[in-house]
């Protein structure tokens, strides 16, 4: 696996030529949450070319999430996230590959993507195409290798392919979990969709058989974008009952399946954005190795707990959930505003245990049907102005609340508690510097 990086990591050294320049920004931030406060310093910058990047991003914080034990007086109870640092090469203006650590992102730009959320930056290899007619994007991501609290190793492979008209955009999606191991090169490699890769593999008696049980979920998606609207539609299948139409009487397994949806309107007042999406209960969830859709297979590990939305790769707020979100933006010369209110229900999530607590699952399709449930209502609104050319200041303020919140119960199942309710407060000033030569 070492070399294959190395060689990738050659490949990309190979051009540093045409238009190029340095870019920094330097980011400050202060937040008062109800009467707790926190900072944060952040450096985000690279090298850029007409056809390679070289990008790092460096935020050191002080929220109580995570502790840094080494040196913990020296940078003042602080720690420090290495939280993007690639390298990137342009072979031409459709097709590049990148290595390293990034955000990675799924084909629709949306909170509410469902299989990859806007919160996951982990190390992977990406291979991505895309012209006027067509689109193709591959990345491998190792997600738990020589772990210090036990966690088996683990790997995962996602794919998107589609075909573009008109203002129209149409495409595939498939992402594969796999255990015992963190690299699967076939998965990352190979154009053809990961079912029909896990037969080959695993479902025939040949010489190239393995014996290997990945745990894969599949999706479709349609866009549309006339620069004035834009629509989109993501549905994704962990599982389906097809006993339902081929075997009435047999067993009828659940349904695990999510949907997204949202739509932009783009008008001289602003930019009007509305969304959708949900997940039915047992979606993303492990069966029975720990196959389950999230960055880490626990929700807790010796320094603390794991909320399920930092863990998730999918759908931000997981299985047995309903979410909607309004938005508005606009700008106005040098300010510009955002403004935002979200709601969403919530049932119980066990990511880490199939069926919660069940021996096995309750048969048929199950959607927010607990008798208690959490509801939570937000509001956001952000200011930015741009005070000169390379200096922005900007506030976010943001109330939320909760209703039964949610909380982890015998450190495995997230369940809505009757009678917890909370609200929250949430006030930020930040500036960002920015440095080109």
């Given at each position: 696996?070492?070399?294959?990086?190395?060689?990738?990591?050659?490949?990309?050294?190979?051009?540093?030529?045409?238009?190029?320049?340095?870019?920094?920004?330097?980011?400050?931030?202060?937040?008062?949450?109800?009467?707790?406060?926190?900072?944060?310093?952040?450096?985000?910058?690279?090298?850029?070319?007409?056809?390679?990047?070289?990008?790092?991003?460096?935020?050191?914080?002080?929220?109580?999430?995570?502790?840094?034990?080494?040196?913990?007086?020296?940078?003042?109870?602080?720690?420090?996230?290495?939280?993007?640092?690639?390298?990137?090469?342009?072979?031409?203006?459709?097709?590049?590959?990148?290595?390293?650590?990034?955000?990675?992102?799924?084909?629709?730009?949306?909170?509410?993507?469902?299989?990859?959320?806007?919160?996951?930056?982990?190390?992977?290899?990406?291979?991505?195409?895309?012209?006027?007619?067509?689109?193709?994007?591959?990345?491998?991501?190792?997600?738990?290798?020589?772990?210090?609290?036990?966690?088996?190793?683990?790997?995962?492979?996602?794919?998107?392919?589609?075909?573009?008209?008109?203002?129209?955009?149409?495409?595939?999606?498939?992402?594969?979990?796999?255990?015992?191991?963190?690299?699967?090169?076939?998965?990352?490699?190979?154009?053809?969709?990961?079912?029909?890769?896990?037969?080959?593999?695993?479902?025939?008696?040949?010489?190239?058989?393995?014996?290997?049980?990945?745990?894969?979920?599949?999706?479709?998606?349609?866009?549309?974008?006339?620069?004035?609207?834009?629509?989109?539609?993501?549905?994704?299948?962990?599982?389906?009952?097809?006993?339902?139409?081929?075997?009435?009487?047999?067993?009828?397994?659940?349904?695990?399946?999510?949907?997204?949806?949202?739509?932009?309107?783009?008008?001289?007042?602003?930019?009007?954005?509305?969304?959708n999406a949900g997940a039915t209960k047992y979606t993303y969830e492990r069966l029975p190795k720990p196959y389950e859709y999230t960055q880490y297979p626990a929700s807790v590990y010796p320094g603390g707990i794991i909320d399920y939305k930092d863990n998730y790769i999918g759908y931000l707020y997981g299985e047995d959930s309903l979410s909607t979100l309004?938005?508005?933006?606009?700008?106005?010369?040098?300010?510009?505003?955002?403004?935002?209110?979200?709601?969403?229900?919530?049932?119980?999530?066990?990511?880490?245990?199939?069926?919660?607590?069940?021996?096995?699952?309750?048969?048929?399709?199950?959607?927010?049907?607990?008798?208690?449930?959490?509801?939570?209502?937000?509001?956001?609104?952000?200011?930015?102005?741009?005070?000169?050319?390379?200096?922005?200041?900007?506030?976010?303020?943001?109330?939320?609340?909760?209703?039964?919140?949610?909380?982890?119960?015998?450190?495995?199942?997230?369940?809505?508690?009757?009678?917890?309710?909370?609200?929250?407060?949430?006030?930020?000033?930040?500036?960002?510097?920015?440095?080109?030569?």
């Amino acid at each position: 696996m070492k070399k294959i990086v190395l060689i990738l990591i050659a490949i990309l050294l190979v051009s540093f030529n045409g238009f190029a320049n340095f870019s920094f920004n330097f980011i400050a931030d202060y937040t008062i949450t109800n009467s707790a406060t926190s900072d944060y310093l952040q450096l985000i910058g690279g090298y850029y070319s007409d056809n390679f990047e070289a990008i790092i991003d460096f935020p050191v914080r002080k929220d109580g999430k995570y502790v840094f034990t080494d040196h913990s007086s020296f940078i003042l109870n602080h720690y420090f996230l290495i939280q993007q640092g690639y390298l990137k090469v342009y072979f031409n203006k459709d097709f590049y590959l990148r290595v390293g650590q990034s955000q990675l992102k799924d084909t629709i730009d949306s909170k509410y993507a469902l299989f990859i959320n806007q919160n996951i930056y982990k190390t992977n290899i990406e291979l991505s195409f895309e012209n006027d007619n067509a689109f193709y994007r591959a990345f491998w991501v190792p997600l738990n290798e020589y772990s210090k609290y036990g966690y088996p190793d683990r790997g995962m492979n996602f794919k998107i392919f589609g075909i573009k008209f008109g203002n129209f955009k149409i495409g595939y999606e498939d992402s594969v979990i796999y255990t015992d191991r963190t690299v699967d090169i076939y998965y990352l490699f190979s154009p053809f969709p990961v079912p029909i890769i896990q037969a080959y593999k695993n479902s025939m008696i040949a010489p190239w058989g393995e014996y290997v049980n990945d745990n894969s979920i599949v999706g479709l998606f349609i866009e549309y974008d006339n620069q004035k609207y834009k629509y989109f539609l993501q549905v994704l299948a962990d599982d389906l009952n097809m006993n339902r139409y081929f075997d009435p009487d047999s067993y009828q397994n659940p349904d695990k399946v999510a949907w997204s949806t949202g739509l932009n309107i783009r008008t001289n007042s602003g930019k009007f954005g509305i969304y959708n999406a949900g997940a039915t209960k047992y979606t993303y969830e492990r069966l029975p190795k720990p196959y389950e859709y999230t960055q880490y297979p626990a929700s807790v590990y010796p320094g603390g707990i794991i909320d399920y939305k930092d863990n998730y790769i999918g759908y931000l707020y997981g299985e047995d959930s309903l979410s909607t979100l309004l938005e508005y933006e606009n700008t106005f010369d040098k300010l510009w505003l955002k403004a935002s209110g979200e709601y969403v229900i919530s049932g119980s999530k066990s990511p880490h245990d199939p069926w919660h607590e069940e021996s096995n699952y309750i048969p048929g399709t199950h959607f927010l049907e607990e008798k208690v449930k959490e509801y939570m209502y937000s509001f956001e609104t952000q200011l930015k102005y741009q005070l000169t050319s390379n200096i922005l200041l900007g506030t976010d303020y943001k109330y939320t609340k909760y209703i039964n919140k949610i909380a982890l119960v015998d450190d495995l199942y997230w369940k809505p508690q009757k009678g917890v309710n909370e609200n929250i407060n949430s006030f930020s000033i930040y500036f960002i510097i920015n440095f080109q030569f």
